[in-house]
């Protein structure tokens, strides 16, 4: 039963209550309110029991599952999830299961899912009449209520990962996508502006200044255009881009000096673009705002003690979702080709840091948002005993109840959370022809550390697959690392089922 429901039922049942209650003496109204009190606290420990887990808690299996590179297991546990068609869920459960689908080297799967995700979203985002009804229910019960039309960040890696799903088989529609990326990221910029209070003719905008730029979008854009030998001015834009936006992307500068010679690769060369998807990416908990907690128990106590009828200080938790980033330090992959070592990858998304950052932006007003809900609930419940002019036994009873109704809010832990910690991406330049790749997360940085011990700085085995690469053309690779272990398979473009 949904705490709305409860709550109202509540409200009416000591309604009842309170007007039958004129018709006892006192120590009557003492055995009724008793049965009450013993009757609410008994309905509110079974609604408790059977189930408040936020979104993170009850999809921790699939997390762990998925990290320890059990992918039937994390794929079964999202098959019963979506049995359950719980509000707002089904669509990020869908994500989750494209990660798993592109892992396990099906990105037209992938894709399919995340292009259906995509225009839910946007026609959840469209249905703005709908939302201002929601958030009304929201203040009655909390923000789960709401349809989740994803977090901004998760917004736009959706565009990402549907670019790096379709590169993957045919890569027909991948630019489209890459140029979704930053088309996205300025929408949602743009949205959050307002006119400064103090001065209308300037403009506020609080994500431009904390939302990073999304450098994957226009470094996809050069990769793809570089290899149609055309548009060169195009394709140093791009890297200028992804320079301006990611300076401490070293093969960024590289590919920027290269575009400008207008040299793509060697004769009898081809082009291997590896992305590694590396590390536990950010992901939602609940966790009680004890500063609030604390201002709303001392209200209410100096409220108890100036008020002529029952009063409680009100201790119900106060419950925000909180980003974590569980991987602050990721590998790098370290690379090799038939044996010798060809490089590492580089960080081009660190999507942990972008959506701690994005969260921050947003947290002033996830709290502000509790605080009036709880001001909210407040008001209904003592408006419910001014309305029934309840004796001291029914308050008590109405002041547990909306303790309880309170202490029922869950935070909206819902999000992506099968995202990598970071985008790695490396470019190297290969003889045609079949080769042996292998990669192996690690922190050396160079070919010596590479062949004289490799073992002091390899952090997990290595993996390898035969790769076929055509002259003149680019090959694309995919895998997923997680906890220094591969996840599925190593995907290559022009060997993807």
């Known amino acids: 039963m949904r705490p709305i429901h409860y709550s ?28 009450l009190i013993f009757r609410f606290f008994l309905v509110s420990v079974l609604i408790v029991v059977s189930g408040c887990a936020s979104f993170g808690e009850r999809h921790l299996k699939i997390r762990n599952h998925f990290e320890q590179g059990k992918l039937n297991d994390a794929q079964n546990e999202i098959t019963k999830s979506l049995k359950k068609k719980r509000r707002g869920e089904s669509d990020l459960l869908k994500l989750n299961q494209s990660i798993i689908e592109l892992c396990n080297g099906k990105p037209r799967e992938a894709e399919k899912l995340l292009r259906e995700v995509r225009n839910h979203f946007e026609k959840i985002e ?6 201002v009804a929601e958030q009304t229910l929201a203040m009655l019960v909390d923000d789960n209520t709401v349809s989740y039309a ?25 630019p489209a996508y890459a140029l979704q990326i930053g088309q996205k990221q300025n929408e949602i910029i743009k949205q959050a502006a307002v006119k400064d209070p103090n001065n209308q003719q300037k403009i506020l905008n609080p994500k431009a200044e904390s939302y990073r730029q999304v450098a994957i979008g226009p470094y996809l854009i050069g990769a793809m255009q570089e290899a149609t030998l055309r548009n060169y001015d195009d394709v140093q834009k791009a890297y200028a881009t992804v320079c301006n936006w990611e300076p401490e992307f070293v093969q960024g500068q590289h590919d920027l000096e290269r575009a400008k010679t207008g040299f793509y690769c060697a004769p009898g060369h081809g082009v291997v673009y590896l992305f590694g998807l590396v590390g536990a990416g950010p992901y ?3 966790q009680n705002c004890e ?20 009063m409680i200080p009100d201790f119900a938790p106060i419950m925000v979702p909180v980003v974590v980033r569980p991987q602050e330090t990721v590998p790098l992959l370290t690379v090799a080709v038939d044996g010798t070592w060809a490089g590492q990858t580089e960080t081009l998304t660190n999507i942990g840091r972008m959506a701690e950052e994005q969260f921050e932006a947003v947290k002033p007003q996830i709290i502000a948002k509790a605080v009036i809900r709880r001001a909210f609930k407040k008001g209904i419940v003592y408006g419910s005993k001014e309305a029934i002019d309840s004796n001291n036994w029914i308050s008590l009873a109405l002041e ?48 010596n550390n590479y062949q004289n011990s490799p073992a002091q700085h390899s952090l ?10 055509d002259a003149g053309r680019n090959t ?20 993807t089922e």
């Open 476 to 495: 694309y690779v995919l895998a997923n690392f997680q906890q220094n272990t591969l996840v599925g398979k190593i995907v290559v473009s022009n060997e």
């Open 8 to 35: 109202l039922l509540t409200i009416h049942f000591f309604a009842l209550a309170g007007k039958e209650e004129k018709r006892y003496d006192s120590a009557m109204d003492f055995v009724i309110g008793v049965k």
């Open 400 to 447: 547990l109840g909306g303790i309880l109704w309170e202490a029922l809010e869950t935070a909206d832990t819902r999000c992506w959370n099968l995202l990598p910690a970071e985008i790695q991406v490396l470019r190297l330049e290969i003889p045609e022809g079949e080769h042996r790749l292998t990669l192996q997360p690690s922190l050396s940085h160079s070919a």
């Open 150 to 174: 994803g977090e901004d960040y998760e917004q736009v890696l959706i565009r990402v990962f549907l670019a790096l799903a379709n590169l993957m088989y045919d890569g027909t529609d991948a």
């Open 126 to 131: 469209h249905e703005r009449a709908v939302r």
């Open 291 to 310: 500063v609030l907690q604390a201002t709303q128990f001392w209200v209410t106590l100096m409220l108890a003690m100036s008020s002529q009828g029952p």
């Open 460 to 469: 997990g085995s290595k993996h390898s697959r035969t790769i076929r690469v």
């Open 284 to 286: 939602k908990l609940q």
